[in-house]
């Protein structure tokens, strides 16, 4: 408080006086002196209270979205008001302070995130095609939501004739509600996205240093090191930064956190550091081809826009197998999961669930889910479990009571309206499960690259000596390199990419150089 006291300003403020409201753009952090701040929900539901020497806010005051939460004085404040940018660089000067301030925020994300009517509230049913890629945006997004279905005439303006019942998904639907009330009809990713206040809208044409394709580990790695390296560095990323790294629940192997750290924590760090130095990151925006020129390369993105870089990172990573089942399209985002999330394990407590995989994901979502009060059962189709993951998760899986079933594959799922039964397995049993995670591995997000940069018969990109080229991380083409999960022969892990991805700055520096091209 001392320390927050040289930096800020000292404020009071009266009982009943609104130090910030759902909807607005932004806020200042908060630190209490005196007193007594509530926050409220949008139907004025009470949430928490902070007191004498607390403080407010969490992960949206950093990245700048829309407030989620109403904060009313409830006993006379004296107060330090610190504005964002003064925060951010607090959070970089003081490493005790970064690290409770930036665990709490994190925090209260999770909580918020597990709590029904605060942050965005997404209207429709969880059969249309368009509520379920909504759903799933906004839970990689880690953003607070509401799923609500539709009541019919009395909301004209959300459903069309006959859709309240589920006959199909009509224009104009499903409809999503942002905190302070505006309205968005069937918005797109990157309008919901933008219409909170996150992301950088890019423009039409971009020229930078260095170009990198990938928000996960490697990808902001690299950010770091670019930019804090004087390298002009844009992020592009297709559905949400932090990669698949984010939905871990922990990460127990990641060097300097012995006592292991979330996914959704580490990720959410390496963005602020990335930002620290002047990195712009943009998402959602996809790659859609790679135009080879002599000083820069050209990147066209699915929505338009050019991206002229002296050198790309490819760090796209790779995207998660499905179940080559019928009919799984129905259950996906109702009850079958490709992550584990503060929602999903809300849903599965006490129910019976399903994990598919035997790799380390899938053992940490079973025990994140097992904790949560579900009954779990690990099926992965090998004869020992030892072969794929890692030996402390074994241990975990059976101190939170996981049963596992060896040499087990789903052939087959039941249930009525997006809602699971059962499933039956190629050797005839049959399991009633509520829920089922799928934890099957990825395939190389490389399609969109065509014949321009060299790759393995599986699509991950070929690099150094495989590529024909010396340089560890270099493709067969000069400026452009690979890291983390798309590369082929990585080892997928975390600490892994983020190396893979420092490395390459140091590349780029050499690229630049024997080019001599000027960095921006």
């Known amino acids: 408080m001392q320390m927050l006291a ?20 932004s806020y200042p952090f908060i630190a209490i002196e005196e007193g007594e701040v509530a926050l409220r929900d949008s139907a004025g539901r009470e949430i928490v209270r902070h007191g004498t020497n607390g403080f407010l806010g969490e992960v949206n005051l950093l990245s700048g979205q829309t407030v989620f939460l109403t904060a ?20 970089y000067e003081d490493g005790a302070f970064s690290d409770l301030v930036l665990s709490a925020f994190v925090e209260r994300r999770e909580a918020l995130q597990a709590l029904d009517g605060i942050g965005v509230e997404i209207i429709g049913l969880r059969e249309w095609p368009d509520t379920r890629r909504l759903l799933d945006f906004v839970g990689r997004q880690r953003l607070p939501y509401t799923l609500t279905a539709p009541v019919g005439p009395g909301e004209a303006s959300t459903v069309g004739p006959g859709e309240a019942a589920g006959n199909g998904q009509g224009p104009g639907v499903p409809v999503v509600k942002l905190p302070g009330g505006a309205v968005l009809e069937n918005p797109s990713n990157g309008t919901l996205l933008r219409a909170l206040g996150i992301g950088l809208e890019l423009a039409p044409r971009e020229e930078v240093d260095l170009l990198i394709l990938g928000g996960g580990p490697a990808g902001l790695g690299a950010a770091v090191y670019g930019a804090s390296e004087g390298l002009d560095t844009l992020v592009i990323e297709g559905t949400v930064l932090g990669g698949q790294a984010g939905t871990s629940r922990r990460i127990e192997n990641y060097l ?36 080879l020129g002599e000083e820069r390369h050209v990147v066209t993105l699915e929505e338009g ?5 002296r050198a790309v990172l490819i760090a796209t990573g790779a995207e998660y197998r499905r179940l080559p089942v019928d009919c799984l399209n129905q259950y996906e985002g109702a009850t079958a999961f490709y992550a584990a ?14 994990v598919v995989g035997g790799g380390n994901s899938a053992g940490q979502a079973a025990v994140w889910l097992a904790r949560g009060g579900a009954l779990v059962t690990l099926l992965h189709r090998r004869a020992d479990l030892r072969e794929t993951m890692s030996h402390y998760l074994i241990g975990e899986l059976e101190r939170f009571g996981v049963v596992v079933r060896d040499r087990s594959e789903i052939c087959r799922l039941e249930g009525h309206d997006g809602r699971l039964e059962q499933v039956t397995l190629t050797d005839g049993a049959t399991l009633p499960l509520s829920y089922v995670f799928f934890f099957l591995g990825a395939s190389p997000c490389t399609d969109w690259l065509g014949d321009t940069v060299a790759r393995d018969p599986n699509g991950f990109i070929l690099t150094g000596s495989e590529a024909g080229v010396p340089g560890l991380l270099e493709t067969s083409v000069p400026g452009v390199y690979a890291a983390g999960d798309v590369r082929a022969g990585s080892l997928k892990r975390c600490a892994t990419a983020v190396g893979e991805g420092a490395a390459v700055v140091r590349f780029v520096h050499d690229h630049l150089a024997a080019a001599a091209i000027p960095t921006a």
């Not at 826009?305 to 870089?309: D, F, K, S, W």
């Not at 999330?341 to 399903?354: D, I, M, N, S």
């Open 6 to 25: 040289l930096h800020g300003e000292r404020r009071t403020a009266e009982v009943g006086e609104k130090l910030y409201e759902i909807g607005d753009a």
């Open 72 to 91: 009313e004085v409830t006993r006379p404040l004296r107060y330090i008001r610190i504005e964002r940018e003064d925060l951010r660089r607090l959070l």
């Open 256 to 291: 300097g956190f012995p006592a292991g750290i979330t996914g959704s924590e580490l990720t959410s760090r390496a963005v602020s550091q990335a930002r620290k130095f002047g990195a712009r990151l943009a998402t959602p925006y996809r790659a859609r081809s790679l135009q």
């Open 305 to 309: 826009n050019e991206v002229a870089a």
């Open 341 to 354: 999330g503060p929602h999903e394990g809300q849903l599965c407590a006490g129910q019976r669930v399903g």
